[in-house]
Each structure stands twice: as structure tokens, then as C-alpha cells.
């Protein structure tokens, strides 16, 4: 699928909000051909399955390298014009203007904020991820550092995907 404009899709929001699974539905239902999906959660879930461990026993050890081949295929991604669909938390303005500097002016932007749901459902689904468990605290944490995505941080388009 080659095309003029490359488009750039941030994901946002706290874990367990349905990022994921968003990338999963929309996959099934568009042709990504030339799409790139970049996480660093599943490449930690891959090191993890490849040394028998689970992803709270694999984090620490994999994290910095997960991040550092996440970022390679970034810049593969922009390099080769590929459409980018980043899954991580991209929380704060800060952290999603770090990796939307990386881009050129001739991609699309575009961030699609996930708001926590009620709470009984976030625990839910929090919950229902074996061997991947985030301390509450941590979750306070990131909660409280939220800022939520706008079209002033350079993105062309927010979408918001109701729970």
C-alpha cells in the first residue's frame, strides 16, 4: 500500500484501557499492508516466551532492550515511509513530544486517547492479563500523570475511543 502521506498513530492511555485490543480489531478490519505496529510490551511478551518466563519476571530484565529495537524499527518505519501504529502508555505531552520530534512534516498524526474506564471494568481487565500484574500504586501514579492527548501538541486529528 504505497502512498504520499505516511500516517502516524499514537495510542494513549493507561494500561489495561484497550490499546491492544483496538490494534487487534482495527487489523482485522483494514488492510495495514505497509503498516508497522510498534510496542514494546509484545516485544518484551516475545523475549519472555523465548526464555520460559512470564512478563513480571521478564520486565525488568527486557525493558531497555525492548525499548531500544522498538525504536529501531521506528526509525526503519520512517525511514522506508511506513505507516506507524505506536502502542505504548505515551502519558505525558513530554514523552509524546520525544517521539513525535522523530517524525517528518509529511506524516499524518494522529493519537487515539483511551480513557480508563469504570473502575470495576478496569480491574477487570487488569486482572485478567496471568503473569502481567502493575502495583496499584504505579497505576495511581500514572493515572494522576495523565494528560490527555490534543491537536496543539502537532497531532492533525484526536480521536477518543469510548469504553
Not at 63 to 70: E, F, M
Not at 77 to 94: M, P
Not at 97 to 105: E, H, T, V
Not at 139 to 144: A, S
Amino acid at each position: 500500500m504505497s502512498k504520499d502521506t505516511p500516517v502516524f498513530t499514537m495510542l494513549v492511555g493507561l494500561p489495561g484501557t484497550g490499546k491492544s485490543t483496538w490494534i487487534t480489531h482495527e487489523y482485522q478490519e483494514v488492510p495495514f499492508v505497509d503498516c508497522v505496529p510498534l510496542s514494546t510490551d509484545a516485544e518484551i511478551e516475545k523475549m519472555c516466551v523465548s526464555q520460559g518466563i512470564t512478563y513480571d519476571q521478564g520486565f525488568k530484565l527486557f525493558i531497555d532492550q525492548a525499548q531500544k529495537i522498538v525504536n529501531q524499527k521506528m526509525a526503519n518505519a520512517i525511514k522506508n515511509r511506513h505507516d506507524i501504529v505506536l502502542d505504548q502508555t505515551n502519558l505525558t505531552r513530554k514523552s509524546r513530544a520525544r517521539k513525535m520530534a522523530q517524525l517528518p512534516r509529511a506524516y499524518k498524526k494522529y493519537a487515539v486517547f483511551f480513557p480508563v474506564p469504570e473502575e470495576a471494568e478496569w480491574k477487570r481487565r487488569l486482572s485478567a492479563r496471568p503473569g502481567k500484574c502493575i502495583p496499584q500504586s504505579v497505576l495511581d501514579d500514572m493515572q494522576r500523570g495523565l494528560e490527555p492527548p490534543s491537536t496543539d501538541e502537532g497531532f492533525d486529528e484526536v480521536m477518543v475511543i469510548a469504553q
